[in-house]
Nanobody, 123 residues
Framework: VQLQASGGGLVQTGGSLRLSCAASGRTISGYGMGWFRQAPGKEREFVATISSSGSYTYYADSVKGRFTISRDNAKNTVYLQMNSLKPEDTAVYYC?????????????????WGQGTQVTVSS
């Protein structure tokens, strides 16, 4: 499976971006999906995850109330709507596919990873 993340860019503090993660080679339906991010000099950290049906979501405390993860299984795509962006949200954002349908916050649980998309928030 290939995961293609897109939608990153440069935005001012308080702005919004919508990331997309398009899957090919394998359906995402039936599998949990997640978003992670990695800032320069820091470890990759969990951002958000969604169950296979979309019924369950889970967020890192740092993004709760500002970010929303969603999915369209018919389009084989997962989204991350990011609002009220802060400079500390600057990072490369990665999408990933879990081996089963439930939510996962641990990056080691994920099997497939996208290439990442850069998000830069200016102050």
């Amino acid at each position: 499976v290939q995961l293609q993340a897109s939608g990153g860019g440069l935005v001012q503090t308080g702005g919004s971006l919508r990331l997309s993660c398009a899957a090919s080679g394998r359906t995402i339906s039936g599998y949990g999906m997640g978003w992670f991010r990695q800032a320069p000099g820091k470890e990759r950290e969990f951002v958000a995850t969604i169950s296979s049906s979309g019924s369950y979501t889970y967020y890192a405390d740092s993004v709760k109330g500002r970010f929303t993860i969603s999915r369209d299984n018919a389009k084989n795509t997962v989204y991350l709507q990011m609002n009220s962006l802060k400079p500390e949200d600057t990072a490369v954002y990665y999408c990933a596919q879990a081996p089963m349908g439930r939510v996962f916050s641990n990056s080691r649980e994920y099997v497939y990873w996208g290439q990442g998309t850069q998000v830069t928030v200016s102050s």
